[in-house]
């Protein structure tokens, strides 16, 4: 069975430039969530979608957006880069929203590594 | 608001040696708590979660964990270190989504 899928493996984009982050989630699950781990850090939650609406988000300036499509697919959005967002962008998808659970586990992606120069 | 605090940035332990890293957490309910690890450049890999019950829990690739409520740990242990086991551990609170993870500890296994 696949797993959580993200594309692309790495990005390097340029300062003021906008970047889109893809991700499939496993299939069945209707919750994506997105994750930014900086060089060093621990992951920063940014978003969470369920049944395509925002379910949650972390502390994250208006730049940041997402979106989650019929399929449960969803992209991350990023305007106006800035070079401290170069970091590991990690997708987790589980079945639901709410409490984790042995019914609701969240499964990460291996991340989109996005360079800003 | 809930946390994760992992005291020790860097470990360095002998093959065979035994390891424990240290999680403290700060969560207003009864806490969903779970260990990572994490490879250079991949992703993150469940190793052991505590939902409820058994204070003691066990995980993949010979490690486990005991939630110590009285002292809001959640320490990862494993007997005998393998070379393979180097990597960056997370420990990590809350709900799906809103997943609030520590800083990690990094483990280096000498020969």
């Known amino acids: 069975d696949a797993g959580v899928t993200q594309s692309p493996t790495h990005l390097i984009k340029t300062r003021g430039q906008h970047v889109t982050l893809r991700c499939s989630p496993i299939?069945?699950?209707?919750?994506v969530s997105w994750y930014q781990q900086v060089l060093g850090q621990g992951p920063q939650f940014i978003f969470q979608y369920y049944e395509k609406e925002e379910r949650g988000r972390g502390n994250f300036p208006d730049r940041f957006s997402a979106r989650q499509f019929p399929n449960y697919s969803s992209e991350l959005n990023v305007n106006a880069l800035l070079l401290g967002d170069s970091a590991l962008y990690l997708c987790a998808s589980s079945l639901a929203r709410g409490r984790a659970s042995s019914y609701n586990e969240q499964f990460f992606g291996p991340g989109t590594r996005l360079t800003v120069l | 608001a809930q946390s994760v605090t992992q005291p020790d940035i860097h470990i360095t332990v002998s093959e065979g040696a035994s390891l424990e890293l240290r999680c403290n957490y700060s969560?207003?309910?009864?806490?969903?708590l779970f260990w990572y690890v994490q490879s250079p450049g991949q992703g993150l890999q469940l190793l052991l979660k505590y939902f409820s019950g058994d204070t003691l829990v066990q995980g993949i690739k010979g490690f486990e964990a005991e939630f110590k409520r009285s002292q809001s740990s959640f320490n990862l242990r494993k007997p005998s270190v393998h070379w393979s086991d180097a990597a960056e551990y997370f420990c990590?609170?809350?709900?799906?989504?809103?997943?609030?993870f520590g800083a990690g500890t990094r483990l280096t296994v000498k020969p």
């Open positions: 299939s069945g699950h209707k919750s």
């Open positions: 969560y207003g309910a009864t806490p969903y």
């Open positions: 990590a609170v809350g709900a799906v989504g809103d997943m609030r």
